[in-house]
Antibody, heavy 121, light 107 residues
Framework: QVQLVESGGGVVQPGRSLRLSCAASGFTFSKSAMHWVRQAPGKGLEWVAVISDDGSNKYHADSVKGRFTISRENSGNTLYLQMNSLRLEDTAIYYC??????????????WGQGTMVTVSS | SYELTQPLSVAVALGQTAKIPCGGSNIESKNVHWYQQKAGQAPVLVISRNDNRPSGIPERFSGSNSGNTATLTISRAQDGDEAAYYCQVWDSSAAWVFGGGTKLTVL
């Protein structure tokens, strides 16, 4: 069964750090580029970061550049998002998603159920 | 940076056809993907690369892309189609870009 399961969300104070995890199963994780996408309460989807299948290439949205870092551990089929210097505006549901494997810049064809991050003092 | 524009809401009568536009500069040169997100759920891919339906998506869902507008069309709309719909492209200056989303209401 193809599945992505996020964990690590919670309530954190501004300026603190949090690490999210995403456990993958049911597909060859090491052959898939992976993304993080977030959604603030009542708002739309916002792309956060992407990492290539082997982890050699990473790109982050301008809104999180320098504060968030995407990484992966292929041996354990796990994706991570290290979030530092958290701000109130980072409050959102964070989804991990798999990029399709048909070609370049494929759509996100598998999504997790998301983990909620609340930044509050 | 590249921007995608969607109307906040679209309403359609039960059994009729809904069209959800997604505007972007010369969007026809890009591959547009569409996602459906029902309340409290994760997004689901419903159209890939402008007009391709993933396995399991009903034939009632179709897509087109021309000029500065891509369009998601839902034929014979059902109550279960009520959801937010997001278009998405990849752009060399902005990476992965989502539209603001359109809430579809079935009357």
């Amino acid at each position: 069964q193809v599945q992505l399961v996020e964990s690590g969300g919670g309530v954190v104070q501004p300026g603190r750090s949090l690490r999210l995890s995403c456990a993958a199963s049911g597909f060859t994780f090491s052959k898939s580029a992976m993304h993080w996408v977030r959604q603030a309460p009542g708002k739309g989807l916002e792309w956060v970061a992407v990492i290539s299948d082997d982890g050699s290439n990473k790109y982050h949205a301008d809104s999180v550049k320098g504060r968030f870092t995407i990484s992966r551990e292929n041996s354990g089929n796990t994706l991570y998002l290290q979030m530092n210097s958290l701000r109130l505006e980072d409050t959102a549901i964070y989804y991990c998603a798999r990029e399709g494997i048909m070609g370049v810049h494929d759509p996100l064809d598998i999504w997790g159920q998301g983990t909620m991050v609340t930044v509050s003092s | 940076s590249y921007e995608l524009t969607q109307p906040l809401s679209v309403a359609v009568a039960l059994g009729q056809t809904a069209k959800i536009p997604c505007g972007g500069s010369n969007i026809e040169s890009k591959n547009v993907h569409w996602y459906q997100q029902k309340a409290g759920q994760a997004p689901v891919l419903v159209i890939s690369r402008n007009d391709n339906r993933p396995s399991g998506i009903p034939e009632r869902f179709s897509g087109s892309n021309s000029g500065n507008t891509a369009t998601l069309t839902i034929s014979r709309a059902q109550d279960g189609d009520e959801a937010a719909y997001y278009c998405q492209v990849w752009d060399s200056s902005a990476a992965w870009v989502f539209g603001g989303g359109t809430k579809l209401t079935v009357l």
